[in-house]
């Protein structure tokens, strides 16, 4: 049911006295109100209008099986009524928790993955720096703080996760910030920060982390941090070889390697997770939130390998976990989630529908789009005033393109440097990943070039 005109007028007006938008621009929410969206369906959502959008964007990254799926309704209200919540402290634990514990260490390219469940990425990543730094100290060699990470990364933006995550505005005007954190370049073949081009380059890029391990020196590198396929950053593929270079950097330096799948995990990028695109990689730990509940449910988890478990065992204590650690509703989500992404095997619809995606964006031939890429259904495409020299606006486009869109019926997502990132449901259909190639064509040619 949607709301009378007068019930719309208040509600925008409440949102204006009362709520604070995560990443809004403050004084753009107050001038231009909210875009209140009341009801999702599938790949669509509707705004207290009525109006029909497809969600070219899963909400942010997190929306694989679709919306409003009566399965995970069915499970969450069986599981609200058998046990809504109790705490995983000191030992008290609940049936969905274990389940998805171990539901994930058998799917993850780990061995014998343990899991420590958090609320989100954040706290995921968070978890993951303070056990790095923990497994070091256990092992005689608590020197081991820094936690190196790359520019245009992210990884959420918590006091711990938001030193990692790599974007100069983020940071203005929060200092100070906790200490041990370095970064280094990106595998960003299109801007290659040094210069060089793939193959002939020998993945400088990845040279790039041994040589801040030098830096730092070796006693005080604890831990790599990657998202498989950087995604706030700019949807940025790293090309071949790259992550066999730094596992191997990693194992050769004693530096963890932390894959963070936040976004990439769960099929997203056509496999279960990203870094499976590298052939032979295990990385000591990994990161997971978004698609593990498709967003029905805050959750994240935080996965180390039995290496580390059993470094940890030997402090024994483990001062660390958050109230809603291993929260009984949102695992019994999760595990329906997972359920239904293998049932209906979203993962190699992610991969075609990807495809068809790039195909679609490159047969738009438009003079403005440069580089489109991405791996699945993890897609973007940079704006360019030329393609030939890869010159950037000087007045981005995307933020027009994003509104001409979303005028449309099409939500995207304007990202960084002026790319325009697609992320659908990895349900998503030949017919709507069309209409998102057409709105997007006319929207960029209405964006005034
Ligand atoms: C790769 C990655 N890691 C971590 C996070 C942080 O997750 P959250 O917003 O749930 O804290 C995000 C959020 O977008 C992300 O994209």
């Not at 809504?84 to 780990?110: R, Y």
């Not at 790039?208 to 990657?226: M, P, Q």
């Not at 679609?360 to 890429?373: Q, T």
Request: a negative charge.
């Amino acid at each position: 049911m949607f709301l009378k005109s007068e019930e719309r007028d208040n509600l925008k007006k409440a949102d204006g006295d009362y709520l604070l938008h995560p990443f809004s621009s403050i004084k753009e929410v107050i001038a231009q109100g909210p875009k209140i969206i009341q009801k999702a369906c599938n790949t669509r959502v509707y705004d207290i209008e009525g109006k029909e959008y497809i969600d070219g964007f899963a909400g942010l990254w997190y929306n694989h099986i679709g919306h409003g799926r009566k399965e995970i309704i069915e499970v969450a209200q069986e599981q609200m009524a058998e046990l809504d919540v109790f705490h995983c402290f000191a030992g008290f634990s609940n049936i969905p928790a274990i389940q998805l514990a171990e539901k994930l260490s058998n799917m993850v390219p780990m061995e014998k993955a343990k899991i420590f469940f958090a609320g989100s990425g954040s706290e995921a990543n968070d978890s993951l720096f303070k056990i790095a730094r923990l497994y070091w100290f256990a092992r005689g060699m608590d020197s081991k703080d820094f936690i190196v990470s790359r520019n245009k990364g992210y990884h959420g933006v918590s006091y711990g996760s938001i030193q990692a995550t790599r974007f100069s505005h983020y940071q203005k005007g929060f200092d100070p910030f906790p200490p041990g954190f370095a970064f280094i370049g990106e595998p960003y073949c299109y801007y290659c920060p040094w210069d060089k081009e793939y193959p002939s380059c020998n993945l400088r890029c990845a040279e790039a982390l041994e040589e801040k391990i030098n830096e730092l020196g070796e006693e005080r590198a604890a831990a790599f941090i990657a998202e498989p396929v950087i995604g706030s950053g700019g949807v940025i593929v790293p090309p071949p070889g790259y992550y066999q270079k730094i596992s191997e950097i990693c194992n050769r330096r004693n530096v963890l390697f932390i894959a963070d799948e936040v976004i990439t995990g769960f099929g997203r990028t056509g496999k279960n997770f990203g870094i499976e695109h590298w052939n032979g990689v295990m990385p000591d730990a990994m990161t997971l939130a978004k698609g593990i509940t498709s967003g029905y449910m805050p959750l994240g988890a935080a996965l180390i390998s039995d290496n580390i478990f059993q470094v940890l065992k030997s402090v024994d204590q483990f001062f660390h976990g958050f109230t809603y650690s291993g929260h009984p509703l949102a695992c019994r989500v999760a595990l329906k989630n997972i359920e239904i992404l293998a049932g209906e095997n979203l993962k190699q619809n992610a991969e075609l529908m990807g495809a068809r995606l790039i195909a679609g964006l490159k047969a738009l031939n438009s003079a403005v789009i440069g580089e489109i890429r991405g791996k699945g259904l993890m897609v973007a495409f940079e704006l360019v005033k030329d393609r030939a020299k890869k010159e950037k606006f000087d007045h981005p486009l995307n933020y027009k393109i994003f509104e001409a869109a979303y005028n449309k019926g099409v939500i995207v997502r304007p990202l960084d440097n002026d790319v325009i990132a697609i992320s659908p449901p990895l349900i998503i259909n030949e017919q709507d990943i069309d209409e998102i190639v057409n709105v997007l064509g006319v929207a960029v040619a209405e964006a005034g070039y």
